[in-house]
């Protein structure tokens, strides 16, 4: 029996980081139950157009844009809208919560986890509390109806979604704590992604530019906040 006492021991020392590790992770939690653009428009979780900036190399949230064609659920509760919503685009965004305009956008992200984190949730019912009263955006847009948008969508079929590396380079070319965008496109049969630093001349640099367009065409959103949205 006393030979057992060292291999107590020894599995109460290992036991305690495995515990460690358990911890909730706020941040990862908030990007799945709120910035998942998935969540955007319950009756299609593949959106036409999905945008995500996440600030620095830590993944801190900063914003999610989603777009739709067609109707979407809140048209029923419109006669007129639901006869005619079959070509419109609509946008719905997230975005942390700032108050003023940051030096940098991922102040947004670190400024909303730090807020979440301080109330230490342990579940996912606990951080959706958090989010409630976290002042988050929740906006949409008709794309149609804003004339920036639709100059930059113009430009859609000209996007590069290939990184332009240059594997003759004798030196790699280095970004260190670079904000990164993670922009899918979706059409029948076909979906095109990019996912990286903000490039010039890329699709995440287009995705960047074409998420500025849309300011001033934003309006408090009628759907259910994305994080109280039930996943079927």
């Known amino acids: 029996m006393l030979r057992l006492v060292p291999l107590v021991a020894l599995f109460l020392v290992t036991a305690a980081p495995a515990q460690e590790t358990l911890r909730y992770d706020v941040a990862e939690r ?15 979780p593949r959106p036409a157009i999905a945008i995500r900036y996440l600030g620095d ?18 048209d029923q509760d419109d006669s007129e809208a639901s006869l005619n919503c079959g070509q419109r685009l609509i946008a719905r965004m997230l975005r942390a919560p700032f108050p003023g305009t940051p030096d940098r956008p991922r102040q947004r992200g670190y400024r909303l986890i730090g807020t979440l984190a301080q109330a230490r949730p342990d579940s996912d019912d606990a951080l ?16 149609r109806q804003c004339p920036k948008a639709m100059a930059q969508l113009a430009r859609l079929p000209e996007l590069r979604f290939a990184a332009g590396v240059d594997f003759d380079r004798r030196l790699s070319e280095i970004v260190l704590h670079a904000d990164t965008i993670r922009f899918d496109l979706e059409e029948f049969n076909l979906r095109v992604s990019y996912d990286g630093w903000l490039k010039p001349g890329t699709a ?23 994080w109280r949205v039930v996943v079927k």
């Open 30 to 44: 908030t990007r799945a139950l709120a910035f998942d653009p998935g969540r955007f428009f319950p009756e299609r």
């Open 204 to 226: 995440g640099a287009w995705a960047s530019d074409f998420a500025k367009a849309l300011e001033g065409c934003w309006k408090p959103a009628t759907a259910p906040v994305p």
């Open 57 to 74: 190399d830590v993944d801190m949230p900063v914003y999610t844009i989603a777009i739709r064609k067609g109707c979407v659920d809140t």
């Open 128 to 143: 959706r509390r958090g989010l409630d009263g976290a002042g988050l955006e929740w906006v949409e847009a008709d794309v």
